[in-house]
């Protein structure tokens, strides 16, 4: 279906003092069937209210979205739950009573008022009561849940400034609520918690750690450890992404090609930059000596030419790499490398809170190929990572 053009407006708030008379244009755009995006602390959803189907089915044409992709349900009170699902078992209650509002999603029994296209037909609802005041707000004041993916293009980094969504989606939604930066930078973390244990569908930043410190068991999702290296096939920039396709050794007619996800965020690769981008692997000394081969070796860079290369590093690893930058021609400034920092790795917060700005940064450069930093599996560095590998979509620095 072709997307029809919209007068997209934008809202400004202040977080600290918002009032429902500023929200008041906004929440009667999703009550009568618009979409809105909207910040929270991990990154800026683009909203519809979650009980009319014919508002949700227009994220998925705005995003670009495959259908067969759930949607995460945002509620600003803890008693909406029960309008959402049939069930709220005592482990999922005991999380949402710890860490709501915040970055978590719990997977629940869904209820017969949430529509199929929300739950891409599946018997499980996903639901989270996101912490920014805004967001909250804006809820409250709409009167509905409101179903809410990263207000991106598919495919895309997700949006930490209200200026990332003009990017993406100006003149494909009705609106946008301009909250300023978010907190946090990574999409919230996803739980199943129906069963014996807490199954981490998608690591955000309520990592296992905190969760286990409840005294909660924890799994890490099966399918998410063993599609890591799947990459998807995309026809082009304004196409939705294509199945998965495995260089491993998944059957792909039962763990791939069939496989419907109870969890937003886990069939199709995000994140992805225009330019590819590559993973270094291996310890930090180990990452810093690959980054010196490549800044001092020029036949390194003889297949690109004049075109420069992508860094995407913390400012750690920057001092230990500056004097071969220097050496190489232009510490990072110039026309061969283009440098980007995220924070430190002693503060992986903030590395979180920068990566998408920093990934789409790249995308108002030149560069041709862009070289990552990896971090430690644990704590957000596991939701870091993430994110990194489905932007990478399986590629590693072999340099």
Sequence with gaps: MAQDFKDTKIWRVEPQQVSPEGLREAAACLQTGGLVAFPTETVYGLGADALNDKAVAGIFTAKGRPSDNPLIVHIADIDEVARLAVDFPERARRLAERFWPGPLTLVLPASQQVPPVVTAGLATVAVRMPSHPVARALIREAGTPVAA??????????????????EDLWGRIDGIVDGGACDFGLESTVVDATGDAAVILRPGGVTREMIEALGIPVRTSLTVERTVDCVDVVASKDEAPAEFRCDGDIEPSREVGYFI????????????????????????????????????????????????????ISE????????????????????????????????????????????????????????????????????????LEKAAGGRRWLG
């Design 261 to 312: 996800p109870p969890s937003p965020g886990m069939k199709y690769v995000h994140y992805a930059p225009r330019a590819p981008l590559y993973l270094l692997e291996g310890s930090w000394e180990g990452q810093v000596e690959a980054l010196r081969r490549l800044l001092s070796d020029p036949a390194e860079n003889a297949d690109y030419g004049v075109s420069p290369t992508g860094l995407l």
């Design 316 to 387: 750690d690893t920057y001092r230990r790499i500056e004097p071969v930058l220097q050496r190489s021609g232009d510490a990072g400034r110039g026309e061969k490398w283009v440098v980007r920092l995220t924070g430190s790795r002693e503060d992986l917060t903030t590395v979180a809170q920068r990566l998408f700005g920093a990934i789409r940064a790249f995308d108002q450069t030149t560069v041709v190929r862009i070289v990552a930093e990896t971090y430690p599996h644990r704590g957000i560095g596991s939701a870091l990572m993430n994110r």
């Design 149 to 166: 993916p990263s207000a991106n293009r598919s495919g895309r980094p997700s949006p930490t400034l209200a200026a990332h969504v003009c």
